[in-house]
């Protein structure tokens, strides 16, 4: 199937409205209404969720998701990222390197599996998906970074921040030891500027493109110089004499300006609060964003110092948010589809390793971003190897689902996710796997024995997902789906769990 065919059969698609039956909610807004906040703002929710929030009106149920923001996680670390090494002191030979290099990959592994499970634990879906929002903004990845350690401790101030002040995120993001080194900060000084970090904090993080000359750049990578990391203990360094303390012209002001200098600079310009909304709204409302809304949103955004709550707040309560023709408008990230698809079916998944390959085969491996701009998204996630294999992943799901427990070993065989043998590609590159070293082999027996287990703990019982259906009185198409099925026509009154998953409606939110 061609590109064009794809955006073709997504354009009829999302030009479709729902219009199945849904029960009536004495007072409140509805259980469309709450399946569409829930899904938008975190990922697809449990009947159970769509019912209580239907109870709300569309105010409340925003105000009560901004107020359920956690700031720290739920689930613990696993011991393997809280005791991660971090960046060696003593000489190494070759191979003691190769066998450093590839633990930091193994080790991120079991990061991703542990944000992975926070996802699907979280009591507060808001968190995670702008914890991932801020990984996609502020990029950064391990493939550059290589300490998992750095990239736990990104990945927490995100959270911390996660619906918090943005000016104070960017201070701390622009000095994050695993930004630091993904941008090359710590090789920027005053003999010899490195330009990576002051073009990228205003073409990504703050003005986008056509806001800011190549003098600019030129000029405050000067300010930045000195911004470097402490190799004792990977922790951000100011060195003082790599600083550049010279005067410096930038946005037509001048003074001696340092880094922190720059970034208030730039929360000054209004196009930061622009730029910042416009992307907040590529992600929770439509691939398209309404330029005054946007600019009303911003206006906001600033006038309360860059306080996100009452800009999101802004935003979720948008004439647009609501809008029937913004509903089915975005297609689910991978991360998405996986965890919305576990967590709208209440799968017990003790330890989600065997999802981790299901991600990067979908075109998204967490804490890997594709390059410094992050993920693009939406009708970029679906082609035609990506939809073959996200309607795979959700033909499993659904078999072991329909059939219950008699379908354990099938699904264990299937592995979810491809067969147990591969689940070592993730974690160790070729170079690693071509060295043959005795301790990536041990690491990699290791992990595909845990892969198996995991496989096995993974519970697909349909009672509980039945009864909260039931409980709900919803059909099994208004819990699922965002738009009216495509294949509508050929579902039945009551069409199983599979026709639902399997239908092209179930891509989009």
Known sequence: MTRRMLQMAYASLLALTFVGPVPAIAAGMGTADAFHLLGRTGFTPPPDEILQYAALSREAAVDQLLARVNTRPVTAYPASVIDAAGRPQTQ????????????????????????????????????????????????SSEQKVRLVSLMRDQNQLFRENAVGNFGNLLHAASKDPAMVIYLDAATNRKERPNENFAREVMELFTLGEGHYSEQDIKEAARAFTGWSIDRRNGSFIYRPGLHDDGEKSIFGKTGNFDGDDVLNLLLARKETSEFLVAKLWREFVSPQPDRAEVERIATILRDRQYEMKPALRALFLSKAFWDADNRAALVKSPTELVVGSLRALQISVPDPSPFIRTLKVLGQELFAPPNVKGWPGNDAWINASTLLERKQFLDRLARAEEFGSAAQPQARRMGMNGPPERASAPVADDQVIRQRSAFVMEKTEALRQRTQVALRDIRLEPQSWNQSLARSGLDMRNALLATAPVAQASMDAQPGLRAVLLDAAYQVK
């Open 92 to 139: 190494l030979n070759e191979a003691e390197r190769r066998d450093f290099v590839a633990d930091q990959r193994f080790r991120t592994y079991d990061l991703r599996a542990w944000w992975l499970g926070e996802m699907l634990q979280t009591p507060s879906p808001l968190t995670e998906r702008m914890t991932l929002f801020w990984h996609n903004h502020f990029v």
